[in-house]
């Protein structure tokens, strides 16, 4: 079992950052993989960046390329997102994922684990 607690959201301006933390607990020497996902109200759970813990390769969708950076301390076990120039379109729930089955990375639903998700607010 891995447990996940993400935080870091909060309201702020566009054009704003923030940076979120992901803190992995548990059997965390398996994992292979740990991305962020969000969720606006009455939308589907959308992929945003992943990174391989291995040897840190990126991906990222591409409405958040050039403005978002995933990274993570694998002393720590922790992940981040810096999210900079942020949007409007940027607000929504945003979660941290471990472990996603065959690497499918972009597919929630591949998925085992999960943070309980932190707030990120936009204004314009």
């Known amino acids: 079992q891995v447990q996940l607690v993400d935080s870091g959201g909060g309201l702020v301006q566009a054009g704003g950052s923030l940076r979120l933390s992901c803190a992995a607990s548990g059997r965390t020497f398996s994992t292979k993989a740990m991305a962020w996902f969000r969720q606006a109200p009455g939308k589907v759970r959308e992929f945003v960046a992943a990174i391989l813990w291995s040897d840190g390769s990126t991906y990222y969708r591409d409405s958040v390329k050039g403005r978002f950076t995933i990274s993570r301390d694998i002393a720590k076990n922790t992940m981040y997102l810096q999210m900079n120039s942020l949007k409007p379109e940027d607000t929504a729930v945003y979660y941290c994922?471990?472990?996603?089955?065959?690497?499918?990375?972009?597919?929630?639903?591949?998925?085992?684990?999960w943070g309980q998700g932190t707030q990120v607010t936009v204004s314009s």
């Open positions: 994922a471990a472990d996603p089955r065959d690497l499918r990375i972009g597919d929630y639903t591949a998925y085992a684990y």
